[in-house]
């Protein structure tokens, strides 16, 4: 019996953690918290965008900003690029996604990049879980930022014509 209420304690225990770290619905950018200086960051991250074979399109040594080139993320041919920006005791990482889509040579999606954001469905939550996984090896204290709880409500203005 002791031991069924310890699985059971551990079962909650796993499940409580992973619940609090996971992104908000919405969320579209990803800060990773260490106690490193901006210049150490972004040499950091230049390493290992090099390690995992990722592009760099352009560095901004002033601002410490980073932008990738673009990468696969389904094997369909939907790509994305990401833009980091080294902090002193952080790096907060946005990306942006296609979908890379062609018919035929003749046809193909001109589409303009779209932000990643967490919807967990279809190219965005492909692109999200790329982005997401690009992060954890940044470092494993990772923040999300944006998301539906953090949104600005726009309270409309009322008509002449309404009734209160």
């Known amino acids: 019996m002791k031991k069924i209420y310890t699985l059971l304690f551990l079962l909650f225990a796993c499940y409580s953690v992973q619940a609090q770290q996971q992104a908000p619905k919405g969320a579209d950018k990803i800060l990773i918290k260490n106690d490193k200086t901006a210049s150490e960051n972004f040499v950091a991250v230049k390493l290992i965008l090099a390690e995992k074979g990722i ?18 993320v389904t094997k369909h041919g939907a790509g994305a690029y990401y833009v980091v920006f080294c902090k002193d005791n952080s790096i907060q990482l946005s990306g942006y996604f296609n979908t890379g889509l062609e018919l035929n040579t003749l046809v193909k999606d001109t589409d303009p990049f779209m932000q990643i954001v967490n919807r967990k469905m279809g190219l965005w939550g492909e692109s999200w879980k790329a982005m997401n ?15 539906a709880e953090n949104m600005v409500k726009v309270k409309q203005e009322p008509k002449k014509d309404d009734v209160y």
Do not use: M, R
């Open 55 to 72: 592009e760099i399109a352009s560095t901004d040594k002033d601002i410490c900003q980073i932008k990738t080139g673009v990468t696969p």
């Open 133 to 147: 996984a690009l992060a954890a090896s940044f470092g494993s204290d990772i923040q999300y930022l944006g998301g």
